[in-house]
């Protein structure tokens, strides 16, 4: 009987693959909920900093963990390693959770022996700050595994965000890269500014999605004006299915934003770990102020679920 069969059983021990920034993100997260919180490294020797509560092992233990979050880099390759690492040290089956952000989930189990275990786990940056996390399922995934993993995650703070079907990008950023490409197009067609286009994200688009989201907005201001706003505006949308070339054009030339020093921003001036730190900071005050001041939404004004 593999881990995602039979009584689901809470998860207690959290091993973390992977030592960079989000990996430690996540172990922190986990150890300071009380979960039995190891991280599985090469380099478990000289790692320094590590979380409270957390324990950097060098070898793979003996006793299977309940739950695998893997977060080393994004390439198929690498990633494969270590789940054939995993499965060969513990044949019966564990539940493997991969924090990839874009790639498929399909092509990532197809060599497993238990695909039945194995899941996304979608974390955002920083990791041990952002109250939500997705939580998706493979075409393979056991249902047992990923209500083990929302429980989990759920028990750390968060609150998971279950996309049922594998689809590229998951959930969140189908969305942001949907108006993102929007974004850079009017860059690039210079009809405004990147700092115009982040003005409007700051100042209307953010605030009013925080109260109202993106879909219930919708029912509250008509969905008579909006319908006639798609039919008029959906149409001349620079829709396509290649990037917007201004941006790889970017990157091409090593503009790559705030660690090269330059991108949409000049940032050359700028110190970039203290750029970093102060836009951690804002995000950690709105998101206790949205958590613990605005309370929970009125009950009229909860949408009616309509998902099929």
Request: charged share 20%; hydrophobic share 45%; proline share 7%.
């Amino acid at each position: 009987m593999t881990a995602a069969e039979g009584e689901a059983a809470p998860v207690r021990r959290v091993m973390i693959v992977g030592a960079g920034t989000m990996g430690l993100g996540v172990a922190k997260s986990f150890a300071a909920a009380g979960f039995e919180t190891s991280l599985w490294s090469r380099r478990a020797a000289n790692l320094t900093g590590l979380p409270s509560g957390v324990s950097a092992v060098a070898a793979l233990p003996a006793e299977p963990p309940d739950l695998v979050l893997e977060n080393v880099p994004e390439e198929v390759a690498v990633k494969r390693e270590v789940y054939r690492a995993l499965e060969a040290a513990y044949p019966s089956g564990v539940i493997i959770a991969t924090n990839t952000s874009g790639l498929s989930l399909d092509e990532l189990a197809a060599e497993l022996r238990h695909p039945e275990c194995f899941l996304g786990a979608h974390y955002f940056q920083p990791a041990d700050v952002f109250p939500m996390v997705e939580v998706i399922a493979a075409t393979g995934t056991a249902p047992e595994a990923v209500a083990r993993v929302a429980e989990a995650m759920r028990q750390t703070g968060k609150e998971p965000i279950l996309v049922r079907k594998p689809v590229p990008g998951f959930l969140i950023n189908r969305l942001q890269h949907a108006i993102l490409h929007e974004a850079y197009h009017l860059v690039e067609s210079g009809v405004a500014s990147a700092a115009e286009i982040d003005a409007v994200a700051k100042q209307l688009l953010g605030p009013r999605m925080c109260v109202t989201g993106l879909i219930e907005q919708k029912d509250i201001g008509g969905l008579e004006i909006h319908a006639a706003a798609q039919r008029a505006i959906v149409p001349a949308l620079a829709h396509g299915n290649r990037p917007v070339a201004y941006v790889q054009d970017m990157v091409a030339r090593g503009e790559t934003g705030l660690k090269s020093g330059k991108g949409f921003y000049d940032w050359s001036a700028c110190d970039r770990l203290l750029v970093a730190a102060q836009a951690a900071a804002r995000l950690r005050q709105l998101l206790q102020y949205l958590q613990h001041d605005l309370g929970p939404p009125a009950p009229t004004t909860i949408p009616r679920d309509r998902s099929p």
